[in-house]
């Protein structure tokens, strides 16, 4: 089967592994090269580009999918179908149809529950057990796709989406090459989604990260915390005092490695700041902080936030 292959994060990697060792991956479409660096003047390559140029494939890396010089290029390759995992960018309804066996995609939930950019995080975010892999082709409309395949993956409870995002991409290259043998000896079923169970997610922001240890109860904020462990984080704010209402300053923190505990105390105070730990009650239940950085600090473990800044029971945070 000749392929051309759309991606742009690390989550595509497996798929692109496997189809370049079992089929002909005759091109690659990824995202531009990313501005990096100090005063952001440095270009970066994504990762599947990186690959593509590592094996000789042809890379191609356009900024409007629209554009004729692109499209034109695009189909002189004559690819059989087009494999999207984690590509980023809406496609044009006369690219998505335009190879003999269309266009197919894989997507990191079980359809049609949490369509859209964040399936993964939001399954975290949720507190789900299961989770999964499908592989549907592609229509205009988002992640409306017929189904071909879908498995089902289980969340373990401390996972968080760096671990889950890694062993979702491996199990779903599998899932890729599976739907591709099927389509290519005709043996395809295509199941329609129920409309009825769709839900959506949207993209992350910054924003998103923040957490409120007076509001929020303990497994919210784990949960927080195991979705955005790789972006954007989770953070808030030390207030140092014992009034919530006093107008101290307060220290914008983020919270790189916590643990949910089984513990009771007055909402969004430290009821305990020692070597035995640095721990926070919330709504219900309570936060662990293991490590924490601070701004314009480098990361540290509990000891030394302890030692630096002083906390002591009945503090905010």
């Not at 501005?35 to 094996?55: A, I, Q, Y």
């Not at 690219?95 to 939001?122: D, E, M, V």
């Not at 105390?265 to 902080?289: F, P, Q, R, Y």
């Not at 480098?298 to 000891?303: A, G, H, P, T, V």
């Amino acid at each position: 089967m000749k392929i051309v292959f759309w991606g742009s994060s690390d989550f595509s990697i497996p798929a692109l592994e496997l189809l370049h060792q079992t089929h002909k991956v005759s091109a690659i479409v990824t995202n531009p090269d990313s501005l990096c660096g100090r005063g952001m003047k440095e270009l970066k390559p994504t990762c599947v580009k990186v690959f593509g140029e590592k094996h000789n494939i042809k890379v191609l890396t356009p900024c409007n999918l629209n554009d004729r010089n692109f499209q034109n290029e695009l189909f002189n390759i004559e690819a059989d179908i087009y494999v999207v995992v984690s590509y980023g960018m809406i496609i044009p309804e006369n690219i998505i149809y335009h190879p003999k066996f269309h266009t197919i995609n894989l997507h990191a939930s079980l359809l049609p529950k949490y369509r859209g950019p964040s399936p993964i995080q939001y399954a975290l975010l949720n507190g789900e057990k299961i989770t999964g892999n499908t592989v549907q082709f592609i229509t205009k409309e988002l992640d409306k796709g017929d189904i071909i395949l879908q498995e089902e993956i289980e969340i373990e409870t401390n996972e968080t989406y760096i671990e889950l995002s890694e062993k979702l991409a491996k199990k779903g290259a599998l899932l890729v090459l599976k739907a591709i043998e099927l389509i290519e000896t005709g043996k395809v079923e295509r199941k329609k989604q129920d409309e009825t169970l769709a839900s959506y997610t949207k993209i992350i922001t910054k924003e998103d990260g923040k957490v409120d240890f007076i509001n929020m109860e303990g497994t919210e904020i784990f949960n927080k915390y195991r979705a955005f462990k790789y972006w954007p984080g989770i953070f808030s704010y030390y207030s140092n005092s014992r009034d919530i209402t006093e107008n101290k300053e307060k220290i914008y923190c983020i919270f790189t490695d916590i643990e949910l505990l089984k513990k009771n105390g007055e909402s969004g105070k430290i009821i305990m700041a020692g070597k035995e730990g640095l721990v926070v009650a919330c709504k219900t239940d309570a936060i662990k902080i293991n490590r924490i950085k601070p701004q314009g600090k480098k990361e540290m473990d509990y000891i030394s936030f302890i030692n630096g800044y002083r906390p002591v029971v009945g503090n905010y945070f």
